[in-house]
Each structure stands twice: as C-alpha cells, then as structure tokens.
C-alpha cells in the first residue's frame, strides 16, 4: 500500500494467499495510525480486492477504484515499486558463511 502524494509505503503484506479479512485488518491498522482512511483506494482486481466484505469495510470510510484488467500503465509507479522490493528484498537468499576456527 502506498501513499501516492506522498510516495510512501505504508503497509507491507506479503503472503502467498491474502484473505479480505486478513487486509481490512490490516487496513483498519494503516487508517489508525495514519489518522484515519484515505478518501480513495486505487486497487487491483485480485481476489481480496473485489470481495463484498472489502466493500462493506469502506462503505462508509473510502471509495474504492479498480484498475481495469490488463492496464499496468495506469498504475506505473506501483509496478516499479513491486519490482524494486521484490529483487532488494523478497528474493534475497540467505548463504551460511563458512567460518574457519582454528
């Protein structure tokens, strides 16, 4: 989740499934510490995204606005961002040092 104004990240999940109600927790966490929610989310059409409980969640707290399927130009900062974070951070593989003791 970023802050499009401000170009900051401000909520790292990073599961393999993530449930509706694992993200409005997780939302509900951001819009607390942030003073409350923003006027409006721009999101992707992902399964967590489109679920009922989501739309009940910001009814009366945001609106919500999908990016229309195959349209990653419409959201050019966030793909570079996903990249950047996925190579410096999420693929880094850990290799034991070797230590000689003597």
């Given amino acids: 989740m970023l802050d499009e104004h401000a170009r900051e990240s401000l909520l790292h999940l990073v599961e393999r ?5 694992k993200l409005m927790a997780e939302l509900e966490q951001v819009f607390a510490a942030r003073g409350g929610p923003p006027k409006v989310l721009r999101v992707d059409n992902g ?34 961002f996903n990249r950047s974070l996925r190579a410096e951070c999420l693929n880094r593989t850990h290799h034991p040092v070797a230590c000689d003791i003597n």
């Fill in 17 to 21: 499934s993530i449930t509706a109600e």
């Fill in 47 to 80: 399964t967590e995204m489109i679920s009922a409980s989501l739309h009940q969640f910001c009814a009366d707290r945001a609106g919500i606005v999908y990016l229309p399927p195959g349209t990653p130009w419409n959201n050019g900062f966030i793909e570079p």
